[in-house]
């Protein structure tokens, strides 16, 4: 797959285009149902297959609420590596961006710079100055210019519309067995394992500390595991503030089961399977050990399945 940061870097592909245009914030099921047509439209036509994609997130830039996001820059690069996907086109997204009419968008981006000739977007789509055009526009500027738009449904899930917005909720609420199935697989983060303050040692249990790039760390202590050069280990993970200790900030540190394992300096992602309990603040660290030694058995047990 070819990656191009910005304009600038973006050379002409050898044929026409098919184009998805979105965020692709953790790459999930309603973004793979885009992708799926994307690559199937490409393929009938002998097209070449373009997600544009934009960094960082526009509403970070419009000011109107904040957005943690659920994958970092390099993750949604990585999985839209594995999907069918031929380039994407990371460009950023500033003012001036966001200014460009809907009109401008369509004839000088997709068609003069990007060679589209179809274009595949969410229901909920919106570009131009403003925001203020949507899917029903942008099928008439398509018909002005011969280019052909196609509009994804979501995808829905036990009743529930997918998206980035529904599966961040989920995730900071800690319902992380909620946002799989939003997902179509458990949320993950990936950072470097750095030194601590050994104090899971002193409990009984030693974890890795994780120095992660990655926006949302739920609160708790959660089933996961752990990846660790191509080696899949159960685990547990805690992500809180240490209250027991006084106050700290949030920290992410994963336990290896029943297994000893030189982690640091290492690239470790953690997969979050399930949460065990909320991260509460106990009397003492004696307490708190006790409990570690049973949300280390939640876990094993549920590592060894049913029975």
């Not at 439209?41 to 830039?61: G, I, N, Q």
């Not at 996001?69 to 950023?92: F, G, H, N, W, Y």
């Not at 609160?219 to 660790?228: K, L, Q, R, V």
């Not at 300096?265 to 003492?284: M, N």
Request: hydrophobic share 40%; proline share 5%; charged share 25%.
């Amino acid at each position: 797959m070819m990656v191009f940061h910005g304009f600038e870097e973006f050379r002409a592909l050898p044929r026409p285009a098919a184009v998805a245009i979105g965020n692709f914030d953790g790459v999930h099921l309603g973004h793979r149902r885009i992708l799926a047509r994307l690559c199937a439209l490409a393929d009938a036509r002998d097209f070449s297959s373009l997600v544009l994609t934009f960094d960082p997130h526009p509403e970070r830039v419009l000011g109107k609420k904040a957005v943690r996001m659920i994958d970092s820059p390099e993750q949604r690069l990585e999985r839209l590596r594995k999907s069918c996907v031929e380039a994407v086109l990371v460009t950023r997204f500033d003012r001036a961006f966001s200014e460009l009419s809907g009109p401008h968008f369509v004839e000088r981006i997709l068609l003069e710079r990007l060679g589209a000739r179809e274009v595949v977007v969410g229901r909920d789509f919106h570009f131009g100055r403003g925001r203020r055009g949507d899917v029903g526009r942008l099928r008439e500027l398509g018909r002005q210019h011969g280019l052909r738009v196609h509009v994804v449904p979501p995808a829905v899930i036990d009743g529930v519309a997918v998206s980035s917005s529904a599966i961040r909720r989920l995730l900071i609420q800690g319902r992380v067995n909620e946002a799989a199935r939003l997902l179509g697989r458990p949320y993950e983060i990936s950072g470097e394992v750095v030194r601590g303050l050994s104090r899971g040692r002193r409990l009984g249990a030693p974890t890795a500390n994780l120095r992660t790039a990655n926006e949302i760390l739920p609160d708790g202590i959660f089933i996961t595991e752990a990846i660790w050069r191509g080696r899949t280990l159960p685990s547990v993970t805690s992500i809180g503030t240490n209250p027991t200790f006084g106050l700290h900030p949030t920290s992410v540190e994963t336990h290896i089961l029943d297994r000893r394992v030189r982690l640091y300096g290492a690239r470790l992602t953690v997969r979050f399977l399930q949460r065990i309990r909320e991260t509460r603040k106990f009397p003492d660290a004696q307490t708190l050990a006790a409990r570690i030694g049973r949300d280390l058995d939640v876990a094993r047990a549920f590592f060894a399945g049913p029975g």
